[in-house]
């Protein structure tokens, strides 16, 4: 019964990867009569060209940043909404409601709230907050810090659900007999729904790496990696390739970005896995 599942996976998922392994290793470019293979050249060029290297930094950057914000708000929103609030319903599908839009949408409609003279920064005038309006997308200091704010926000509800099905997962027991014994709201958190929140944990911390790591739509939308290279990220820098017609450098790219998500994702994962308490 699984042999047809099997079988698209192996065509449409592992041929294509050996496959663009092999095709890394080449000279694989638009207009040439032949592929002749050149070995680790491609991977070298990579580490050898700024642009690359920055591509790279700002990959990580962005994953740091949106893995630490979008499980700490999401994990704030679900503990709130938890609560017996008359509106909590309406306020999950608020909070959730950005998660099924394109992000490619959400950069457009962001484009211009994050223009110097855009809503937001006409808000802080407003608000006696002149001093922290920024030119948000065009600050090559602080516009990767834009882009990720942008995806917290659409993504944050989608994590805050996982966070709430795990705490509606935990026996109203532990929380009855913490209150007996005396806990407070802290020692709860910590003692109780910490630990058995961890299976949430974990796949909050994995998807929100791998979105991390993959990231495209959002600088794509909103800064097509601009100003000059500052917002510039692995996949976009494969998009570029590849459009250029310099397949063997944009599939080495996506082989080393294949190889960021296994190196970090898998040994997380494994490791966090080895916390989870079973209730």
């Not at 080449?26 to 920055?54: A, C, H, M, P």
Request: aromatic share 14%; proline share 4%.
């Amino acid at each position: 019964m699984i042999l047809p599942a099997i079988l698209i996976y192996v065509v449409f998922f592992i041929a294509p990867a050996i496959y663009g392994v092999y095709y890394s290793l080449t000279d694989w470019t638009i207009g040439k009569s032949s592929v002749n293979f050149v070995g680790i050249q491609n991977y070298i060029k990579v580490f050898q060209e700024s642009e690359l290297r920055k591509a790279i930094g700002n990959t990580f950057l962005y994953t740091f940043v949106v893995v630490v914000f979008k499980n700490l708000f999401g994990l704030l929103l679900a503990l709130a909404f938890n609560l017996n609030l008359k509106t909590r319903n309406y306020l999950r599908a608020v909070t959730f409601l950005p998660c099924i839009l394109s992000s490619v949408v959400i950069g457009l409609v962001f484009v211009p709230i994050l223009h110097p003279y855009g809503f937001l920064n006409t808000f802080l005038e407003a608000a006696g907050l002149g001093f922290m309006a920024q030119n948000w997308l065009t600050n090559v200091n602080i516009v990767m810090l834009s882009i990720a704010g942008v995806s917290i926000w659409q993504w944050t509800g989608y994590h805050m659900v996982i966070y709430l099905a795990g705490l509606q997962g935990i026996s109203k027991e532990y929380y009855e007999a913490s209150l007996i014994d005396g806990a407070n709201a802290f020692q709860r958190f910590r003692k109780i729904y910490l630990p058995l929140l961890a299976p949430s944990l974990n796949i909050n911390f994995i998807l929100s790496m791998i979105g991390g790591l993959k990231v495209f739509s959002e600088p794509y939308a909103l800064t097509g990696g601009g100003p000059g290279s500052a917002s510039q990220v692995i996949a976009l820098e494969v998009f570029e390739k590849f459009g250029r017609g310099e397949w063997g450098l944009g599939t080495a790219l996506n082989v080393i970005l294949m190889v960021f998500v296994i190196l970090i994702c898998i040994p997380l994962l494994l490791k966090m896995r080895k916390n989870e308490v079973e209730e």
